[in-house]
């Protein structure tokens, strides 16, 4: 079956700082999507980027297929912003979910 | 707004007492799944529906049973829970361009 990898596993940032998380993944998927997962549990969708680049706000997505990996950019964080990030890949018509970034805002 | 609801958001249940799970959507999606998680771990695919179309994933228990009575409203079952079964249970839905939108998810305690 498909790896997706998240890296880093952990991070913490001071508020105001920028961060990138990277997903890497083994084989052509149809689709990626980044999520959020709030402290109160819930998934929330960021980003649906099989190729490309989008932004949102302070948040933008890079996934460049061809070479099997997604970027997601975080600028100015906040302290809403912590929670964790999964990027997931659809593969064989269902989402295949990386571990996650444990992400710590700090005020 | 269009949504996925989950009720109740918090359920406990006493070991081997069987517990009902509800999922509803107003996204008019044609696919609704439903996904184990348990803690500091991603989402576990269990099954999904198709339309009325049932596919169960090869590793999800016996003990785990789903109902679709029609678009709207998703069940899941637990027939007999035990100890390992207490998650965060969490359904999404997905329509036509397959990107998948979750509920805020139920999360079950196991006494």
């Known amino acids: 079956g498909i790896q997706v990898e998240q890296s880093p596993p952990d991070l913490i940032l001071q508020e105001g700082a920028n961060s990138t998380l990277r997903c890497n993944f083994s084989?052509?998927?149809?689709?990626l999507q980044w999520f959020h997962q709030n402290p109160w549990g819930q998934l929330i969708n960021l980003f649906y980027i099989p190729s490309g680049t989008k932004q949102n706000g302070r948040l933008s997505a890079t996934t460049v297929a061809t070479e099997r990996y997604s970027l997601l950019y975080i600028s100015s964080s906040q302290t809403t912003d912590s929670g964790v990030y999964f990027c997931?890949?659809?593969?064989?018509?269902?989402?295949?979910f990386g571990a996650g970034t444990i992400l710590r805002v700090k005020s | 707004d269009a949504m996925v609801i989950q009720n109740p958001r918090y359920q406990v249940t006493q070991f081997g007492k069987p517990v009902t799970l509800s999922c509803s959507q107003t996204?008019?999606?044609?696919?609704m799944y439903w996904y184990q998680q348990k803690s500091s771990q991603a989402p576990k695919l269990l099954f999904h529906?198709?339309?009325?179309?049932?596919?169960n994933e090869a590793d999800t228990p016996d003990n785990f049973q789903s109902r679709r009575p029609n678009t709207s409203f998703c069940f899941l079952d637990i027939r007999s829970p035990g100890l390992g079964d207490a998650a965060m249970y969490l359904c999404?839905?997905?329509?036509?361009?397959?990107?998948?939108?979750f509920g805020p998810g139920t999360r079950l305690t196991v006494l």
């Open positions: 084989d052509s998927v149809n689709n």
């Open positions: 529906y198709y339309d009325k179309d049932f596919n």
């Open positions: 997931a890949v659809e593969y064989g018509n269902k989402l295949v």
């Open positions: 999404a839905t997905s329509g036509e361009r397959d990107e998948q939108f």
């Open positions: 996204l008019n999606h044609n696919v």
